[in-house]
Nanobody, 122 residues
Framework: QVQLVESGGGLMQAGGSLRLSCAAS????????WAWYRQGPGMQRELVAI???????NYADSVKDRFTISRDNAKKTVYLQMNSLKPEDTAVYYC????????????????WGQGTQVTVSS
């Protein structure tokens, strides 16, 4: 089975920084794209950032120039460095691994982390 385990969330004052991590484990051969999503109180889940296997990145306008997504293929881990945090960044953050090729089963799959709470106080 494949598991994604997130860490790094917490409470931070506005203007501070946090780094989220998401590590994949299981029978994984490769991961095409990693993404971070977030879901604020009473809001729909939204895409925050994405990074492809080639290293290309894309960000939501609301986090551009403040957040940085990166990946370590050897560790099967994705990171989200969040700087200059704002109260509106408060949300549960979810990682997603897409286009996952397994060593045991044909096909490509998508997996989600359990979510980690980020709370930014003003």
């Amino acid at each position: 089975q494949v598991q994604l385990v997130e860490s790094g969330g917490g409470l931070m004052q506005a203007g501070g920084s946090l780094r989220l991590s998401c590590a994949a484990s299981g029978s994984i051969f490769s991961i095409n794209a990693w993404a971070w999503y977030r879901q604020g109180p009473g809001m729909q889940r939204e895409l925050v950032a994405i990074i492809t296997s080639g290293g290309s990145t894309n960000y939501a306008d609301s986090v551009k120039d403040r957040f940085t997504i990166s990946r370590d293929n050897a560790k099967k881990t994705v990171y989200l460095q969040m700087n200059s945090l704002k109260p509106e960044d408060t949300a549960v953050y979810y990682c997603n691994a897409a286009g996952v090729v397994l060593t045991t089963t044909p096909g490509k799959y998508s997996y989600w982390g359990q979510g980690t709470q980020v709370t930014v106080s003003s």
